[in-house]
Nanobody, 125 residues
Framework: VQLQASGGGLVQPGGSLRLSCTAS????????IGWFRQAPGKEREAVVL????????YYKDSVKGRATISRDNAKNTVYLQMNSLKSEDTAIYYC???????????????????WGQGTLVTVSS
């Protein structure tokens, strides 16, 4: 049972990336999802959250309008599309999954059952 995060890399300011989070050993569509990030010297923070019913989301204010979360249930994968990237988006991005209440989102990283290994996003010219 694991989550595999991928898609990070070096991108110029204003560029885009699509992060992927693929599950193995469990069916991701039944889980609420969190994308978190941790920048050097900073606390891990919730960036985007998605309920297990897909009808409730949370976007951190600084990424609203630039980030979109989506699922591909056939691929057992969740995506985080990030556009108009800024230097302050530089961080290690983690995906996480939690088996929780119907329609719930979870803001605290320690509420999650499974974590991906993290993928580094560097926004720099």
């Amino acid at each position: 049972v694991q989550l595999q995060a991928s898609g990070g890399g070096l991108v110029q300011p204003g560029g885009s990336l699509r992060l992927s989070c693929t599950a193995s050993g469990f069916i991701l569509m039944y889980y609420s999802i969190g994308w978190f990030r941790q920048a050097p010297g900073k606390e891990r923070e919730a960036v985007v959250l998605l309920s297990n019913t897909d009808d409730r989301t949370y976007y951190k204010d600084s990424v609203k309008g630039r980030a979109t979360i989506s699922r591909d249930n056939a691929k057992n994968t969740v995506y985080l599309q990030m556009n108009s990237l800024k230097s302050e988006d530089t961080a290690i991005y983690y995906c996480a999954a939690v088996w929780g209440g119907t329609g719930s989102i979870y803001f605290s990283w320690d509420e999650y059952d499974y974590w991906g290994q993290g993928t580094l996003v560097t926004v720099s010219s």
